[in-house]
Protein backbone atom coordinates (compact mmCIF):
# COMPACT_ATOMS: atom_id res chain seq x y z
CA UNK A 1 0.00 0.00 0.00
CA UNK A 2 1.17 3.35 -0.64
CA UNK A 3 1.29 6.83 1.10
CA UNK A 4 -1.29 8.02 -1.07
CA UNK A 5 -3.96 5.52 -0.31
CA UNK A 6 -6.57 6.78 1.72
CA UNK A 7 -7.03 5.23 5.54
CA UNK A 8 -10.18 3.12 5.67
CA UNK A 9 -9.95 3.52 9.87
CA UNK A 10 -13.38 5.04 11.14
CA UNK A 11 -14.98 3.69 7.88
CA UNK A 12 -17.45 1.11 6.59
CA UNK A 13 -17.06 -1.92 3.73
CA UNK A 14 -20.50 -2.81 2.13
CA UNK A 15 -20.44 -5.98 0.88
CA UNK A 16 -21.49 -5.81 -2.49
CA UNK A 17 -23.38 -8.53 -4.51
CA UNK A 18 -19.51 -9.69 -5.85
CA UNK A 19 -19.12 -11.70 -2.67
CA UNK A 20 -20.49 -14.71 -2.31
CA UNK A 21 -18.97 -16.09 0.58
CA UNK A 22 -21.72 -16.92 3.42
CA UNK A 23 -19.63 -14.86 5.83
CA UNK A 24 -19.33 -11.37 4.44
CA UNK A 25 -22.38 -11.55 2.16
CA UNK A 26 -24.88 -8.27 2.55
CA UNK A 27 -21.75 -7.82 5.64
CA UNK A 28 -21.34 -4.25 7.01
CA UNK A 29 -17.34 -4.00 8.26
CA UNK A 30 -16.65 -1.81 10.58
CA UNK A 31 -12.33 -0.93 9.53
CA UNK A 32 -10.51 -1.22 13.37
CA UNK A 33 -7.31 -0.99 11.68
CA UNK A 34 -5.67 -0.40 7.76
CA UNK A 35 -1.86 0.25 7.27
CA UNK A 36 1.03 -1.37 4.66
CA UNK A 37 0.95 -4.67 7.16
CA UNK A 38 -3.03 -5.42 6.42
CA UNK A 39 -6.07 -4.54 7.91
CA UNK A 40 -8.35 -5.50 10.73
CA UNK A 41 -12.21 -4.86 10.62
CA UNK A 42 -15.63 -6.18 12.45
CA UNK A 43 -18.61 -7.40 10.98
CA UNK A 44 -21.28 -5.44 12.97
CA UNK A 45 -24.83 -6.49 11.26
CA UNK A 46 -24.37 -10.42 11.57
CA UNK A 47 -25.71 -11.64 14.84
CA UNK A 48 -24.60 -15.30 15.83
CA UNK A 49 -27.02 -17.95 17.98
CA UNK A 50 -25.51 -17.02 21.42
CA UNK A 51 -26.44 -13.89 23.61
CA UNK A 52 -24.56 -12.23 26.40
CA UNK A 53 -25.91 -14.34 28.95
CA UNK A 54 -24.19 -17.33 26.90
CA UNK A 55 -21.17 -15.62 27.10
CA UNK A 56 -21.28 -14.68 30.65
CA UNK A 57 -22.32 -17.82 32.28
CA UNK A 58 -18.63 -19.42 30.03
CA UNK A 59 -17.01 -16.50 31.71
CA UNK A 60 -18.26 -16.91 34.96
CA UNK A 61 -19.88 -13.79 35.20
CA UNK A 62 -23.13 -12.71 36.96
CA UNK A 63 -25.45 -10.68 35.71
CA UNK A 64 -29.22 -10.62 37.01
CA UNK A 65 -29.84 -7.78 34.41
CA UNK A 66 -32.46 -9.83 31.39
CA UNK A 67 -32.08 -6.66 29.44
CA UNK A 68 -28.41 -7.02 29.58
CA UNK A 69 -28.74 -10.92 28.89
CA UNK A 70 -30.44 -11.11 25.95
CA UNK A 71 -28.15 -8.70 23.75
CA UNK A 72 -26.99 -10.27 20.61
CA UNK A 73 -23.35 -11.47 20.14
CA UNK A 74 -22.33 -10.42 16.56
CA UNK A 75 -19.77 -12.57 14.58
CA UNK A 76 -16.82 -10.01 13.70
CA UNK A 77 -15.65 -12.40 11.02
CA UNK A 78 -13.99 -15.83 10.47
CA UNK A 79 -10.41 -14.94 12.16
CA UNK A 80 -10.01 -16.50 16.23
CA UNK A 81 -13.73 -16.89 16.68
CA UNK A 82 -12.36 -17.44 19.89
CA UNK A 83 -11.71 -14.23 20.80
CA UNK A 84 -13.68 -11.62 22.01
CA UNK A 85 -14.27 -7.52 21.15
CA UNK A 86 -16.18 -4.72 22.61
CA UNK A 87 -17.03 -2.43 20.43
CA UNK A 88 -18.20 0.66 22.24
CA UNK A 89 -19.10 4.53 22.24
CA UNK A 90 -17.82 5.33 26.18
CA UNK A 91 -14.41 6.51 26.99
CA UNK A 92 -11.79 3.82 27.51
CA UNK A 93 -10.89 3.18 31.06
CA UNK A 94 -10.43 -1.10 30.69
CA UNK A 95 -7.76 -2.80 29.77
CA UNK A 96 -6.65 -3.46 26.23
CA UNK A 97 -8.90 -1.14 24.94
CA UNK A 98 -8.05 1.21 22.00
CA UNK A 99 -9.93 4.38 20.32
CA UNK A 100 -10.26 3.54 17.14
CA UNK A 101 -11.97 7.33 16.10
CA UNK A 102 -13.26 9.96 18.24
CA UNK A 103 -16.43 8.54 20.33
CA UNK A 104 -15.29 4.72 19.13
CA UNK A 105 -13.54 2.76 21.51
CA UNK A 106 -12.43 -1.37 20.95
CA UNK A 107 -11.66 -3.20 23.95
CA UNK A 108 -10.26 -6.91 24.16
CA UNK A 109 -10.71 -7.29 28.00
CA UNK A 110 -12.66 -9.28 30.49
CA UNK A 111 -13.15 -6.06 32.91
CA UNK A 112 -15.35 -3.90 30.25
CA UNK A 113 -17.85 -7.71 30.19
CA UNK A 114 -17.72 -7.61 34.15
CA UNK A 115 -18.64 -3.50 34.33
CA UNK A 116 -21.79 -4.87 31.55
CA UNK A 117 -22.72 -7.37 33.41
CA UNK A 118 -23.31 -5.13 36.67
CA UNK A 119 -24.91 -2.01 35.27
CA UNK A 120 -21.64 -0.09 34.48
CA UNK A 121 -20.76 -0.84 31.47
CA UNK A 122 -20.54 1.70 27.85
CA UNK A 123 -24.03 3.12 27.15
CA UNK A 124 -23.79 1.88 23.85
CA UNK A 125 -22.11 -1.61 22.85
CA UNK A 126 -21.60 -4.55 20.54
CA UNK A 127 -20.12 -7.81 21.86
CA UNK A 128 -18.18 -9.26 18.77
CA UNK A 129 -16.58 -12.43 18.15
CA UNK A 130 -13.94 -13.05 15.99
CA UNK A 131 -12.83 -10.65 13.31
CA UNK A 132 -12.01 -9.79 9.32
CA UNK A 133 -8.07 -9.87 8.37
CA UNK A 134 -6.89 -8.96 5.05
CA UNK A 135 -3.00 -9.37 4.55
CA UNK A 136 -0.77 -6.50 2.87
CA UNK A 137 -2.41 -5.13 -0.10
CA UNK A 138 -5.24 -7.93 -0.26
CA UNK A 139 -8.11 -5.52 1.18
CA UNK A 140 -7.03 -2.86 -2.15
CA UNK A 141 -7.08 -5.85 -4.72
CA UNK A 142 -10.89 -6.58 -3.04
CA UNK A 143 -11.78 -3.14 -3.39
CA UNK A 144 -10.73 -2.94 -6.99
CA UNK A 145 -12.53 -6.38 -7.80
CA UNK A 146 -15.54 -4.39 -6.73
CA UNK A 147 -16.24 -6.39 -3.36
CA UNK A 148 -16.62 -4.03 -1.24
CA UNK A 149 -17.61 -0.12 -1.27
CA UNK A 150 -16.45 1.91 1.20
CA UNK A 151 -18.83 4.56 3.57
CA UNK A 152 -18.65 6.81 6.16
CA UNK A 153 -19.35 5.45 9.63
CA UNK A 154 -21.23 6.59 12.84
CA UNK A 155 -22.22 5.57 15.99
CA UNK A 156 -25.56 6.04 15.50
CA UNK A 157 -24.90 3.43 12.47
CA UNK A 158 -22.74 1.34 15.05
CA UNK A 159 -25.54 1.23 17.79
CA UNK A 160 -28.51 2.60 16.99
CA UNK A 161 -29.83 0.94 13.84
CA UNK A 162 -31.18 -2.71 14.04
CA UNK A 163 -28.45 -5.17 12.60
CA UNK A 164 -30.91 -6.09 9.66
CA UNK A 165 -30.98 -2.44 8.33
CA UNK A 166 -27.83 -1.52 9.01
CA UNK A 167 -25.84 -2.87 5.42
CA UNK A 168 -29.08 -0.81 3.71
CA UNK A 169 -28.46 2.43 5.76
CA UNK A 170 -24.43 2.50 4.91
CA UNK A 171 -25.36 1.77 1.46
CA UNK A 172 -28.33 4.43 1.41
CA UNK A 173 -25.62 7.03 2.39
CA UNK A 174 -23.66 6.49 -0.42
CA UNK A 175 -26.89 7.77 -3.11
CA UNK A 176 -26.83 5.23 -5.56
CA UNK A 177 -28.75 2.27 -7.06
CA UNK A 178 -27.31 -1.18 -6.39
CA UNK A 179 -28.68 -1.70 -10.09
CA UNK A 180 -25.95 0.24 -11.15
CA UNK A 181 -22.71 -1.77 -9.96
CA UNK A 182 -21.08 -3.40 -12.75
CA UNK A 183 -20.28 -6.72 -11.99
CA UNK A 184 -16.88 -7.19 -13.84
CA UNK A 185 -13.69 -4.87 -12.56
CA UNK A 186 -11.74 -2.69 -14.65
CA UNK A 187 -8.64 -0.37 -14.54
CA UNK A 188 -8.43 2.53 -17.01
Not at 26 to 51: A, K, R
Not at 160 to 165: A, C, L, N, R, Y
Request: proline residues 4%.
Amino acid sequence: MTQQTASLVDKCLIATPAIKDPIFSSSLVYMCEHNENGSMGLVVNHETSQVLQDIFEQLNIDCHDESINSQPVYIGGPVQLEQGFVLHSSPSHWQNSIEVASGIHLTSSIDILQDIASGKGPDDYLVILGFSGWASGQLESELQQNSWLTSACSADLLFHEKPEDKWQVAFDSLGFDLSSLSPVSGNA
